[in-house]
């Protein structure tokens, strides 16, 4: 995984609260493979950004020039409920997105992100309104985000704290890969194991 | 005297294997699923090397991708080639693995959410997992259960455990009696309307109370499917003498000697009185109408006799703005009464109305009268597609003029290409309204199966209650 310290990066303002993850990428594109050549970015918001006929809109955000480069969006409350689809963290991550501010996530979607390296942020309701219009005000201007200090600092140098449980900043700032920090602890789990399920035998 | 615990602490504290100063822990998974949406997790981990440490602790089984019709014509019936592909892959996968695999053709294959419960594998007291978010509805038989993306379901497959931070618990109460034409999926609305999309979210869900007791275990199921549907990491309901009742006997259920150690086991489960949750919630069941959704949200549902709402008048500016895009995508005026709403098509299915109580309540509704608009019903399992028939159920929908198909996810997620048209109107016993769910510019109305069979036989919404008096 790799690892995210910190990132500036031009920051596009999402209005719109509970974004769901069938709108960040519709269902159709689930059974599309991914690889380092064919990423998920043509998928990402797709039926916002295109029309029937396959056109951009030209009104949605990151259609817009300054937007199209984009690595952060900023957007409204329970930002990725609905389905547990992680190809939404792809089609976000391979457009360029690697960090979303809002004021809530989803639960799953969130962890999502934090699997695949990717920050999600979360700071109050009018903070992220405020954020939104500076973006607005200034658009293509940068956001500045850093992780071992735990602060966003906005279009006027203002910087808002932010806060992340220990454990997601620690394996983001390292990119720890979870499967290898499980397997250190085999001798624990299956001693574990051997007494659950000496107790439920039908489980084993 | 131990301090009183809740059901989810109860089960969350008997599945620690290791518990971090940090407030993470290691826990024990008992049961995952895996279906063919898991191959990304499954690919990553062939690509490091690994294989899957317990076998015998996951099950697959292939429903979101697979056909309602034609079945017999076994994967040639799949018309998508990446669709055919991926359910090829789920038991290429399986085989390597050694995982026990309900294809397409197996007499036990249904919606996963369905057979978990239906062949016993789900029970008391267990943690289970699928990468899928409706997992949460295993949670009805008194288990710990939730969804994930593909890289927790990859550790699952890799180490059968998983880290996790201790989400925090929300009591539901659902007090009195539900009154005639009032289902689980009318008490699940009424929760999402009152406490919203996001009001469980980093919360599991005890669903409690008289209303939620004397619902069935199809109810329960149902009402547990759509906890997610409020934010709910997960949702729960104390385990009883139904559930015992239910699963005695089943394919995975413990047997003989095993059976009287696991009732041992179940029946210190539920929540200790005095128990303390972080929040609670009370609705009074006796006053719950039918319910439908009007928007594109789970939480903008309404009672069947109340009109569309004036986004003006909603409670803050995040639903308001929400309200007038989903009017708009729904084609929909303030002041309407919702049984002034045409509807051109419905689906009775999924993993949330799938069970053989729900394919008893729209046959009760759709026995004497004829469809007037295209309407089908997929069983949740190919079981209870054999028991439906058995019960003559399967000759009621075809008086009616309404298709009985095969057992998938079908219309609900329309990823096998059960779709709705663009601008058509739906009335669905599924679980997510939002923009495009049933097909790109459907416009979806969720409710129960009973209300949906009033929706055939009228072709507008129409309070199943009316129907019931005619009878």
């Given at each position: 995984?790799?690892?995210?310290?910190?990132?500036?990066?031009?920051?596009?303002?999402?209005?719109?609260?509970?974004?769901?993850?069938?709108?960040?990428?519709?269902?159709?594109?689930?059974?599309?493979?991914?690889?380092?050549?064919?990423?998920?970015?043509?998928?990402?918001?797709?039926?916002?950004?295109?029309?029937?006929?396959?056109?951009?809109?030209?009104?949605?955000?990151?259609?817009?020039?300054?937007?199209?480069?984009?690595?952060?969006?900023?957007?409204?409350?329970?930002?990725?409920?609905?389905?547990?689809?992680?190809?939404?963290?792809?089609?976000?991550?391979?457009?360029?997105?690697?960090?979303?501010?809002?004021?809530?996530?989803?639960?799953?979607?969130?962890?999502?992100?934090?699997?695949?390296?990717?920050?999600?942020?979360?700071?109050?309701?009018?903070?992220?309104?405020?954020?939104?219009?500076?973006?607005?005000?200034?658009?293509?201007?940068?956001?500045?985000?850093?992780?071992?200090?735990?602060?966003?600092?906005?279009?006027?140098?203002?910087?808002?704290?932010?806060?992340?449980?220990?454990?997601?900043?620690?394996?983001?700032?390292?990119?720890?890969?979870?499967?290898?920090?499980?397997?250190?602890q085999l001798p624990t789990i299956e001693s574990y194991e051997q007494a659950y399920h000496a107790r439920q035998p039908w489980l084993a | 005297m131990p301090a009183p615990r809740t059901l989810f602490a109860k089960i969350w504290d008997a599945h620690i294997i290791m518990q971090k100063p940090d407030g993470d822990a290691l826990i024990h998974i008992?049961?995952?699923?895996?279906?063919?949406?898991?191959?990304?997790?499954?690919?990553?981990?062939?690509?490091?090397?690994?294989?899957?440490?317990?076998?015998?602790?996951?099950?697959?089984?292939?429903?979101?991708?697979?056909?309602?019709?034609?079945?017999?014509?076994?994967?040639?019936?799949?018309?998508?080639?990446?669709?055919?592909?991926?359910?090829?892959?789920?038991?290429?996968?399986?085989?390597?693995?050694?995982?026990?695999?309900?294809?397409?053709?197996?007499?036990?294959?249904?919606?996963?959410?369905?057979?978990?419960?239906?062949?016993?594998?789900?029970?008391?007291?267990?943690?289970?997992?699928?990468?899928?978010?409706?997992?949460?509805?295993?949670?009805?038989?008194?288990?710990?259960?939730?969804?994930?993306?593909?890289?927790?379901?990859?550790?699952?497959?890799?180490?059968?455990?998983?880290?996790?931070?201790?989400?925090?618990?929300?009591?539901?109460?659902?007090?009195?009696?539900?009154?005639?034409?009032?289902?689980?999926?009318?008490?699940?609305?009424?929760?999402?309307?009152?406490?919203?999309?996001?009001?469980?979210?980093?919360?599991?869900?005890?669903?409690?109370?008289?209303?939620?007791?004397?619902?069935?275990?199809?109810?329960?199921?149902?009402?547990?499917?759509?906890?997610?549907?409020?934010?709910?990491?997960?949702?729960?309901?104390?385990?009883?003498?139904?559930?015992?009742?239910?699963?005695?006997?089943?394919?995975?259920?413990?047997?003989?000697?095993?059976?009287?150690?696991?009732?041992?086991?179940?029946?210190?489960?539920?929540?200790?009185?005095?128990?303390?949750?972080?929040?609670?919630?009370?609705?009074?069941?006796?006053?719950?109408?039918?319910?439908?959704?009007?928007?594109?949200?789970?939480?903008?549902?309404?009672?069947?006799?109340?009109?569309?709402?004036?986004?003006?008048?909603?409670?803050?500016?995040?639903?308001?703005?929400?309200?007038?895009?989903?009017?708009?995508?729904?084609?929909?005026?303030?002041?309407?009464?919702?049984?002034?709403?045409?509807?051109?098509?419905?689906?009775?299915?999924?993993?949330?109305?799938?069970?053989?109580?729900?394919?008893?309540?729209?046959?009760?509704?759709?026995?004497?009268?004829?469809?007037?608009?295209?309407?089908?019903?997929?069983?949740?399992?190919?079981?209870?597609?054999a028991q439906a028939e058995a019960e003559g159920l399967d000759r009621i929908f075809a008086d009616a003029g309404v298709e009985w198909r095969a057992s998938g996810c079908s219309s609900c997620a329309a990823m096998n290409g059960d779709k709705v048209p663009p601008g058509m109107r739906s009335a669905s016993t599924s679980n997510r309204n939002f923009?495009?769910?049933?097909?790109?510019?459907?416009?979806?109305?969720?409710?129960?199966?009973?209300?949906?069979?009033?929706?055939?036989?009228?072709?507008?919404?129409?309070?199943?209650?009316?129907?019931?008096?005619?009878?």
């Open positions: 995984m790799k690892p995210f310290t910190t990132l500036t990066a031009v920051a596009a303002p999402f209005e719109m609260a509970n974004v769901d993850t069938d709108r960040i990428i519709p269902v159709r594109f689930l059974r599309k493979l991914r690889s380092d050549k064919a990423g998920y970015d043509p998928y990402l918001f797709h039926d916002m950004r295109f029309d029937g006929s396959g056109k951009e809109n030209p009104d949605f955000v990151l259609n817009q020039m300054p937007y199209r480069k984009a690595g952060i969006l900023v957007a409204g409350a329970n930002f990725g409920c609905g389905s547990s689809r992680e190809g939404a963290v792809y089609a976000l991550l391979d457009w360029g997105i690697r960090a979303i501010i809002a004021p809530s996530f989803g639960d799953i979607h969130y962890a999502n992100e934090l699997q695949n390296g990717m920050l999600p942020v979360t700071l109050p309701e009018e903070i992220c309104h405020g954020l939104r219009d500076q973006l607005r005000a200034k658009p293509g201007a940068t956001l500045a985000i850093d992780l071992p200090a735990q602060t966003v600092t906005d279009t006027l140098s203002d910087a808002h704290p932010f806060m992340i449980d220990p454990v997601y900043k620690e394996r983001l700032l390292k990119g720890l890969d979870d499967i290898g920090l499980v397997l250190e | 008992d049961r995952n699923f895996v279906h063919e949406g898991s191959f990304h997790a499954f690919g990553a981990l062939a690509k490091e090397g690994r294989k899957v440490r317990k076998p015998r602790q996951n099950f697959a089984v292939a429903d979101h991708y697979v056909p309602t019709v034609n079945r017999d014509q076994g994967l040639a019936a799949v018309e998508d080639d990446d669709a055919r592909h991926m359910i090829g892959l789920l038991e290429e996968n399986c085989r390597v693995n050694e995982i026990v695999h309900y294809g397409m053709a197996d007499s036990r294959q249904g919606i996963v959410h369905v057979i978990g419960p239906e062949l016993g594998i789900t029970q008391p007291g267990l943690t289970v997992t699928c990468g899928d978010s409706h997992t949460s509805t295993h949670g009805a038989l008194g288990a710990y259960a939730f969804g994930t993306g593909a890289s927790q379901l990859k550790q699952i497959l890799a180490t059968q455990c998983l880290w996790l931070k201790r989400p925090k618990t929300l009591r539901v109460m659902v007090n009195g009696k539900l009154a005639p034409g009032v289902t689980g999926k009318d008490v699940v609305l009424a929760i999402i309307a009152k406490i919203g999309t996001a009001g469980a979210t980093g919360h599991v869900i005890e669903f409690a109370g008289a209303a939620i007791s004397s619902l069935t275990i199809e109810g329960r199921l149902t009402v547990c499917n759509m906890a997610i549907e409020a934010g709910g990491r997960a949702g729960m309901i104390a385990p009883d003498d139904k559930v015992y009742e239910y699963l005695h006997g089943r394919e995975f259920a413990p047997k003989g000697t095993n059976w009287e150690a696991a009732l041992t086991q179940w029946r210190a489960l539920p929540t200790d009185d005095g128990a303390a949750f972080d929040r609670e919630v009370t609705l009074d069941g006796a006053a719950l109408e039918p319910m439908l959704t009007w928007g594109t949200s789970p939480e903008e549902a309404l009672p069947v006799t109340r009109c569309i709402p004036d986004p003006a008048t909603l409670g803050d500016a995040n639903k308001r703005d929400h309200a007038k895009l989903a009017l708009a995508y729904m084609d929909l005026k303030p002041g309407t009464p919702l049984t002034d709403i045409k509807i051109d098509r419905a689906f009775i299915g999924s993993c949330t109305n799938g069970r053989i109580e729900d394919l008893r309540a729209a046959a009760a509704v759709l026995k004497g009268r004829k469809a007037v608009i295209p309407a089908w019903i997929s069983p949740g399992s190919t079981p209870l597609k923009e495009g769910r049933q097909g790109k510019g459907a416009r979806t109305h969720l409710m129960s199966p009973a209300m949906a069979a009033a929706a055939i036989v009228t072709g507008r919404v129409t309070d199943v209650r009316t129907l019931m008096q005619g009878k």
